[in-house]
């Protein structure tokens, strides 16, 4: 616990700062981020807030779905709209376009960085991340299908509502998997397990007989398609 709930603190906070630099390098974000600036051009709302909205919404979502939030759930949609907004502030966007690309490219990686922090802690994926997974879980599409569907869709809406779509929205949605595949075994909190009671010479009671074939262990659900 020492490690793990500073480390969700600052992957949220992070997070959010580098959203802001993505967001004012304005060669395009992700698909989420285009749909609340689309809301933000017809509300007058900040980015920062209205991600939080739709966060919570989102969140909603979960109830037919039958997913149970985490406390990174929770403080997901509370810290990542006001990082946002307070990146927003501090930044500017650079008059040039090298500058831009330079800024872009650091708030990609940053926020590689800060997924794999938030997420590595274990205290549950954020509310879009969990959107997906109850998808699959209640339909049996692939992730992948789930998403692509919904991202398109949000992306949409908020491209004909004036998001923010350019290059930046490709470069993050070729390279945001790779980054986080980097990213998130770094910092990956491991489970500390008991130690085993039985000597360790000692077969354990229900060991399967020397000549059965192993079984495969049950897979793991992924949580980090999309940070967010």
Do not use: K
């Amino acid at each position: 616990m020492l490690r793990r709930i500073p480390q969700l603190l600052i992957g949220l906070v992070l997070y959010g700062i580098a959203d802001a630099m993505m967001i004012r390098a304005a060669l395009g974000v992700d698909p989420w981020t285009v749909f609340a600036q689309g809301l933000s051009h017809l509300t007058g709302i900040g980015i920062g807030w209205l991600t939080n909205i739709v966060g919570l919404l989102v969140l909603l979502l979960w109830i037919p779905l039958r997913q149970r939030p985490g406390l990174g759930t929770v403080l997901n949609i509370l810290l990542i709209g006001p990082s946002i907004e307070l990146g927003l502030w501090l930044i500017q966007t650079p008059p040039e376009l090298w500058q831009r690309i330079l800024l872009f490219t650091g708030g990609l990686l940053l926020l590689a960085v800060a997924s794999g922090l938030y997420i590595g802690s274990r205290f549950g994926p954020g509310p879009r991340d969990g959107l997906m997974t109850g998808i699959h879980a209640r339909t049996g599409w692939p992730i992948w299908v789930g998403r692509t569907i919904v991202e398109v869709t949000v992306l949409a809406i908020g491209w004909l509502l004036g998001g923010d779509v350019g290059f930046g929205t490709v470069a993050f949605a070729i390279l945001i998997g790779p980054l986080c595949g980097i990213t998130l075994p770094l910092f990956a909190v491991r489970e500390r397990r008991p130690a085993s009671a039985t000597p360790a010479d000692a077969p354990p009671v229900d060991a399967p007989p020397a000549d059965a074939s192993p079984q495969p262990a049950t897979p793991t659900h992924p949580t980090a398609a999309a940070p967010h």
